[in-house]
């Protein structure tokens, strides 16, 4: 009895060991078909094999793991992270997908390897692992950014419209809106794009270049020097921005001008400097050699504001006492001389001289590119100032001897009879400075607005060629250092 369980347990553990042995032998062993695999077309992907030492003897599922330098759901997607084989089969294959619309680098894989099995074994020796080079070097837009027309280099209180070109080797497949940044700037505060205040250039579908314009707006910024990248922002999934070529560098210089030149004579009431004026007559010729007030102003560095305004230098006296004055206007009014009724007038020591209520005019000083001495004179922002008008007999007859009792103060007088207020506007201000040249400092043109019907009528064209272009009447100027 004994002897037959030792027999029995012996013929039992060798059935087992047979079994066990035939599962094993039974078992296929697995191996990529090919070690690597390329893609170089757009689009598509790759057909992986997987080949199996003998014909699967059940229905099973492979597993694969996936790596490389591409991401997964970003830059492919494939079906499945398991592989269903049929029983009987002796390959199975998967395909990846590319996502046609991301950028690929030169040197770009994915890696495919074989997870182990209860039904399968890896062939050691085999082709464990695949590797799918991708060889596509462009899907999406890639954009450049170039300057089309205009100057990087500007004064940012000047600033001229910039043309830049966007390009890219292959157009979108949909029209794109390329975001640019600019710094720290802000769209429609800072700068427009297509004169409109937003950030973005429309690419459309199909395009390789688009031509935009670029505007920066007035920043008011004496000293200011500053450089400024404009950037275009890549959008995953919609387009990427070159490396080298993304962007250009905007230079903004807005240098201080020295005015050191024009401080010679100091001002024999008030403050500021002495400049000489003259006004150009119908001839052509310089009219005049009046004195007027200057200095610099507390809103801006390159700012020359002119203050109370002097007499004629023959003549030897002061104007007004107080007030500020928007520029010297000798002969301006001369309607004084010619004109019964209503006149313009104003308190001052001889028919040439008028002065003006308080207004605090300011010329904007812009440097030329590279120099320290010359370059544009501008008007900040209109100006308006007041005149009055009253009855020309009583003017005429007692308006000296009447200011010089009253000090100038029209509002004491009892000559003239005041009728009327006129408002006159500075609307703009052109022309040239060379600090350098004492006889021809700041040479510029205005342009000066009035409704009223008694402003520049029976014009001495004489002294003053006042010139009429549209409802702006225009004069031209010279100051010098006196």
């Given amino acids: 009895m004994k002897r037959l369980s030792c027999i029995l347990l012996t013929g039992l553990l060798l059935f087992s060991c ?18 690597s695999y390329s893609v170089t077309s757009d689009g598509g992907g790759a057909d992986v ?8 003897p059940v229905a099973f599922q492979i597993g694969l793991n996936f790596g490389g330098s591409l991401q997964e759901g970003v830059h492919f997607t494939v079906p499945s992270h398991s592989l269903n084989v049929p029983e009987g089969a002796s390959q199975a294959g998967f395909h990846i997908d590319l996502i046609d619309d991301e950028i690929w680098d030169e ?10 099995g209860s039904r399968y074994t890896v062939n050691p020796q085999g082709k ?57 700037f802000v769209a429609g505060k800072d700068y427009l794009v297509g004169q409109e205040p937003r950030s973005q250039v429309k690419l459309p579908a199909g395009a390789t270049s688009q031509v935009f314009r670029l505007d920066i707006l007035q920043k008011d910024l004496s000293g200011y020097d500053k450089t400024i990248p404009v950037t275009m922002v890549p959008v995953a999934g919609k387009y990427g921005v070159a490396t080298e070529g993304g962007s250009v560098d905007l ?30 007559n119908a001839a052509g010729e310089w ?16 700012y020359l504001r002119n203050l109370r305004n002097m007499s004629s230098a023959t003549f030897g006296c002061m104007s007004n006492e107080v007030g500020l004055h928007i520029l010297r206007l000798a002969e301006f009014f001369p309607n004084l001389r010619k004109t019964s009724g209503d006149a313009i007038v104003d308190y001052g020591n001889s028919s040439n001289t008028r002065g003006f209520s308080p207004v605090d005019s300011l010329f904007r000083f ?7 001495t010359q370059g544009r004179l501008l008007l ?28 100038g103060n029209i509002f004491a007088s009892v000559s003239p009879i005041i009728t009327g207020r006129i408002d006159v506007t500075l609307e703009r201000l052109e022309g040239r400075f060379d600090l350098s040249d004492s006889s021809n400092t700041l040479l510029f043109t205005a342009w000066f607005s009035c409704s009223h019907p008694e402003f520049m009528k029976d014009v001495n064209f004489e002294n003053l060629a006042a010139v009429k272009e549209g409802e702006l009447w225009k004069v031209e100027y010279k100051l010098w250092p006196r």
């Fill in 18 to 35: 047979k079994e066990a042995q035939d599962t094993r032998f039974f078992a296929p062993e697995l191996e990529f078909e090919a070690a």
């Fill in 49 to 56: 094999s997987i080949l199996l030492s003998r014909p699967a």
């Fill in 107 to 116: 040197e770009s894989w994915i890696d495919v390897a074989l997870s182990p």
């Fill in 128 to 184: 464990c692992m695949a590797r799918v080079q991708v060889k596509k070097t462009l899907v999406l837009p890639v954009l450049t950014l170039t300057l089309e027309e205009g100057s990087l280099e500007m004064n940012p209180f000047l600033p001229e419209p910039l043309l830049l070109r966007i390009s890219t080797p292959r157009g979108p497949q949909t029209d794109l809106d390329v975001e640019l940044s600019l710094a720290d």
């Fill in 251 to 280: 230079h903004l210089s807005d240098p201080l001008v020295d005015f050191k030149s024009l401080w010679r004579t100091p001002a024999q009431v008030g403050e500021g400097y002495q400049v000489r004026q003259a006004i150009k």
């Fill in 287 to 302: 009219n005049g050699n009046l004195a007027a007030n200057v200095k610099l102003s507390a809103e801006g560095s390159n």
């Fill in 366 to 372: 812009v440097l030329d590119p590279g120099s320290t």
């Fill in 380 to 407: 900040g922002s209109p100006r308006t100032f007041t005149a009055f008008t009253g009855d020309y007999t009583t003017w005429h007859n007692g308006w000296k001897d009447d200011s010089k009792a009253t000090g």
